[in-house]
């Protein structure tokens, strides 16, 4: 069984994302990453994982800060999305492949899926959707060195784990990984001595 995890980085300072992930009624552990970059690793729910849209939602319209939501399943693919005002601006797929679903029709065939849409034969999607680095840009810390980030992005690397290429992402980013590539039930509160524990309701 491999790897699966849900994290959250906003551009904004500290005291503003706990204000705003505490208005979200949402458990989280909210880890200062650097100056301005915090992470948000939030409590799984059901079936074992974090809703990230409500949360990115709220949290980049209170603030109008950019924010970047990451998802690794089971080792096999990375999603990332950017959320600005409220409104989801983008979205990065390490491997279209790895999200195909397969569905038998009313023909008693089984057919190829992706995001709701029937797939030509033959026709299914390979390599990353959405490999932008200019989409990532805003989470660099200082001059965003968009030739890295999009080596990180089409995993030139090779890595063979999910989670591995996550992390050189951040790294691309001039982020160090360690917050922003845990999920919430595998991390204790003291492996990071600045993080701040938002609790579910703590708004009410």
């Excluded at 706990?18 to 729910?45: F, K, M, N």
Aim: aromatic share 6%.
């Amino acid at each position: 069984m491999g790897t699966s995890y849900e994290t959250m980085l906003v551009a904004a300072e500290l005291t503003a994302v706990v204000a705003a992930v505490t208005e979200t009624g949402r458990s989280a552990l909210i880890v200062p990453v650097v100056e301005d970059r915090v992470a948000v690793i939030p409590r799984e729910g059901a079936f074992g994982v974090a809703e990230l849209q409500p949360i990115a939602t709220l949290i980049s319209k209170r603030l109008g800060c950019p924010v970047l939501t990451s998802a690794v399943f089971d080792s096999d693919v990375v999603q990332c999305c950017v959320f600005q005002d409220g409104a989801q601006t983008h979205r990065y797929v390490s491997d279209l492949a790895m999200i195909v679903e397969w569905f038998e029709d009313d023909d008693g065939e089984f057919k190829p899926r992706l995001d709701g849409k029937v797939l030509p034969p033959g026709q299914l999607p390979e390599g990353p959707l959405g490999d932008d680095a200019a989409a990532f840009a805003p989470f660099a810390v200082g001059a965003p060195h968009l030739d890295g980030i999009t080596a990180a992005l089409r995993n030139a690397d090779g890595d063979r784990f999910a989670e591995g290429q996550h992390a050189k992402i951040m790294a691309s980013l001039k982020l160090p990984p360690d917050a922003l590539t845990v999920g919430f039930r595998h991390v204790r509160q003291d492996r990071f001595p600045s993080a701040v524990l938002v609790s579910a309701g703590a708004s009410r």
